[in-house]
């Protein structure tokens, strides 16, 4: 093998560096130097595998192809968990799903990993039995804040490489419960909506968190409209919402924020159906809404490109027809599990393709209106 030394490597023409064919061993005792630039400069055509380094997020990502889009390289605690029993004999992202009405509400938190099949475990109790939550996750913590009935305006706080008890890390900026799910990037979780509690008066409220230093929330601005129990999806930058009691039956209005300021919440599109009660599933760049209803049930799913605006196409169908999902992602699959009807059944769909879902295995305990997050979601 031939060795080049060199400390400036320049094609003839202009300051490009040349194309190395085959394997390119780099051995330099001082260090590599990729391309570098800020989220809104992401090249949108280029080879998957390509690297280069973000200003905004401080971290190398790397181009996984153009469904994918952009995915940050990071050291991920829960990235390859496994060693247990059922769907945690696998290794990859791990789902947590918390709380449920069974009809009796429970402070169970289950437990599974999403890249393999099987049935989930336990992971530990929340802080007081609870239901209908807004849910988000950074890489290493799962967060569950709101609920009802003893849950209120706790912010719960779960570490995803172990398995044990919440810990309480602040308090909403008011009790609230019948919330949507919550929506987050790498650092910020963002809390939505949802019915004061015990007041039941729906609201439009927004507050949110830094998930690393926990403490109360603050106020981050009013959504379109004010809603309870819709379905969320996010990107690294954007946080979406769809459906939603508005106040009192299910409407298809999409709106959305950026996660990394604050502010009111802007029209994104509307969904293929009125709806509330879903579930929301996502990658860096698709979001996928699973079931819900109006009066009644639904297997609707469909997908929206959470960069752009617009209206949601259709997706599949689910198993059966089912609201009240508890949903967790990879950047491959999206689970839901637990509904009403009363079922322990957890589903999946893959979210770059179209198509119905398929069975995934069994929650722990029969439930409804169950909370959900991962290690691997669309914003992370």
Known sequence: ??????????????????????????????????????????????????????????????????????????????????????????????????????????????????????????????????????????????????????????????????????????????SRWLMGGGCSDSTRAIFTGGSGFPSNTVVNTLDYITMASGGDAVDFGDQTTGRRMQASVNSSTRGVWAGGYSPFDGTNLIDFVTISSTGNAADFGDQTHANREGAGVCNSTRGVFMGGGTSGNRNIIDFITIATTGNATDFGDLLAERRSHGCASSPTRGVAGGAYPNTNGIEFITILTTGNSLDFGDLTTTGHNVGGTSNGHGGL
Not at 51 to 75: A, H, Y
Not at 130 to 147: F, H
């Open 1 to 174: 093998m031939s060795e080049i030394n060199s400390s400036n490597f320049k094609k003839e023409h202009g300051d490009l560096a040349p194309d190395l064919i085959g394997v390119t061993e780099l051995t330099s005792p001082y260090f590599f130097v990729p391309p570098s630039g800020n989220t809104a400069d992401r090249p949108e055509d280029c080879e998957p595998g390509t690297l280069r380094f973000n200003t905004d997020i401080g971290s190398l990502e790397v181009f996984r192809g153009k469904t994918i889009g952009w995915e940050q390289i990071q050291r991920r605690d829960g990235q390859y968990l496994g060693g247990g029993t059922g769907s945690n004999t696998g290794l990859g992202v791990r789902a947590l799903f918390f709380g449920r009405a069974t009809p009796t509400i429970v402070d169970t938190t289950d437990f599974f990993t999403i890249s393999t099949l099987g049935n989930a475990q336990d992971f530990g109790d929340m802080n007081g039995a609870g239901y209908t939550y807004s849910t988000a996750a950074s890489s290493t913590r799962g967060i569950v804040a709101g609920g009802s009935p003893s849950h209120g305006n706790v912010i719960d706080l779960f570490t995803f490489a172990s398995t044990g008890d919440a810990t309480d890390t602040g308090n909403l900026t008011s």
